[in-house]
């Protein structure tokens, strides 16, 4: 079993919809959650950070945390053309550890 | 803030030659850098961390003869293809961790990735 599992899609909305992205992982251990956002032949962009169950929301993003579930979500509001990337979860367990990614889920929105 | 700059960011080379990408965190330090593999629509694949100063610590797999990384200051480090062939052909991207961050406020800045092709 993976220790971060995350749907690669593609998954495809029309713009305005409510998009929900999703990870879970196994290992209790892991602290932090992070977002990332990474355009083709680009480099991850650091969207949202989280160390805490709850949400947490900038803008048209709102992430969330349950580690109870072990479960972890982005939600993105109004989607938008430009939101078309792919997703990347990242956590990181305490200290100076290594961050381990998810797969990545590929969202194209569509106008 | 927080930019992370690569070079090249796309390089072709012929097979046996070797290759250097430099990573540069632009407006801090950085004790700690990342080197990442990625294949086309798959995630980061972790190739080594590498401490300002001190020799890299590479994952399991990877090849540190054929993947050398070096850190000499706390804005650049360097990974270095030796006798690069086609399998090696993918996008390298590096990251940097900012030294005056820490605990819950650490995290990584990724640079814009290095797409080698070798022929």
């Known amino acids: 079993q993976k220790e971060v599992e995350q749907d690669p899609g593609p998954l495809s909305v029309p713009e305005g919809a409510i998009v929900s992205l999703n990870c879970t992982y196994s290992?209790?251990?892991?602290?932090?959650f992070m977002w990332y956002r990474q355009y083709s032949r680009k480099g991850p962009e650091l969207l949202m950070y989280?160390?805490?169950?709850g949400n947490k929301e900038d803008g048209r993003f709102t992430a969330q945390v349950d580690k109870s579930s072990k479960y972890i979500s982005l939600f993105i509001r109004d989607s938008q053309p430009s939101d078309s990337a792919t997703y990347l979860c990242?956590?990181?367990?305490?200290?100076?550890?290594?961050?381990?990614f998810g797969a990545g889920t590929r969202l194209a929105v569509h106008p | 803030g927080a930019v992370v700059s690569q070079h090249p960011s796309r390089v072709i080379c012929k097979s046996g030659t070797s290759v250097k990408i430099e990573c540069r965190s632009l407006?801090?330090?950085?004790?700690?850098m990342f080197w990442y593999r990625q294949f086309p629509k798959q995630s980061l694949m972790l190739m080594a961390t590498?401490?300002?100063?001190?020799?890299?610590?590479?994952e399991q797999g990877v090849e540190k003869d054929k993947f050398l990384i070096n850190h000499a200051s706390l804005t650049l480090s360097t990974l270095t293809v030796t006798s690069a062939h086609p399998e090696d052909s993918s996008f390298y991207i590096c990251?940097?961790?900012?030294?005056?961050?820490?605990?819950?406020?650490?995290?990584?800045?990724f640079g814009p990735g290095t797409r080698l092709t070798v022929l």
């Open positions: 990251s940097a961790r900012d030294r005056l961050a820490g605990g819950y406020t650490d995290t990584q800045y």
């Open positions: 290992n209790s251990a892991f602290q932090y």
């Open positions: 989280t160390y805490s169950s």
């Open positions: 990242a956590l990181r367990s305490g200290g100076y550890n290594k961050l381990i």
């Open positions: 407006d801090f330090q950085a004790t700690t």
């Open positions: 590498s401490n300002e100063g001190s020799k890299a610590t590479y």
